[in-house]
T-cell receptor, first 115, second 119 residues
């Protein structure tokens, strides 16, 4: 059972570099999202997608881009990394659009450090 | 306002003690879902339970139990006879339907409670 797969698990970037966090799910989920987790802040939504070709901003979208060309993949791009983007990133997916009760399944997290 | 509050930042207990993690939520919606997730030291987020707003029955699963009370907007989580393996950060989350018909739901997470179970 692959579920939600994120890569890389650990990454160190220099300020100003760009990179892409990959996320793939094999559960045919329509809804995918990216969260960041910071100490004392819980999980905050960066971007989400309700289906292929459709994305929207979450709570903290600045400095990040996403695209959803297929149902399975939802990469997160850091355009010009800043130390404030040092965080743990979680990709998540769930089935269905209109139901508010569907369980979110999370990837294992990506630890990103920007120096 | 829509919010989830986990006032306990960190709790330490000795193995075999019972412990309750508090979760208080705020919403004006009548239809919503509540969740608990566990984040062990390895970092992944593990789904524990989902409860909808129309079902106030308590849930028990092994050593875990959940007490949902709409009157106090709380969804508390109790671990009975805690074990070292229960050491983790626990997140409570609220899922809401958006006001727009074509929109999607959103999840609001609490800031988490770190539970340390000492041997």
């Amino acid at each position: 059972n692959a579920g939600v797969t994120q890569t890389p698990k650990f990454q160190v970037l220099k300020t100003g570099q760009s990179m892409t966090l990959q996320c793939a799910q094999d559960m045919n989920h329509e809804y995918m999202s990216w969260y960041r987790q910071d100490p004392g802040m819980g999980l905050r939504l960066i971007h989400y997608s309700v289906g292929a070709g459709i994305t929207d901003q979450g709570e903290v979208p600045n400095g990040y881009n996403v695209s959803r060309s297929t149902t399975e993949d939802f990469p997160l791009r850091l355009l010009s990394a800043a130390p404030s983007q040092t965080s743990v990133y979680f990709c998540a997916s769930s089935y269905g659009l209109q139901s508010s009760g569907n369980t979110i399944y999370f990837g294992e997290g990506s630890w990103l450090t920007v120096v | 306002a829509q919010k989830v509050t986990q006032a306990q930042t960190e709790i330490s207990v000795v193995e075999k003690e019972d412990v309750t993690l508090d979760c208080v939520y705020e919403t004006r919606d009548t239809t919503y879902y509540l969740f608990w997730y566990k984040q062990p030291p390895s970092g992944e987020l593990v789904f524990l339970i989902r409860r909808n707003s129309f079902d106030e029955q308590n849930e028990i699963s092994g050593r875990y139990s959940w007490n949902f009370q709409k009157s106090t907007s709380s969804f508390n989580f109790t671990i009975t006879a805690s074990q070292v393996v229960d050491s983790a950060v626990y997140f409570c989350a609220l899922s809401l339907r958006p006001p727009w018909t074509s929109g999607t739901y959103k999840y609001i997470f609490g800031t988490g409670t770190r539970l340390k179970v000492l041997a």
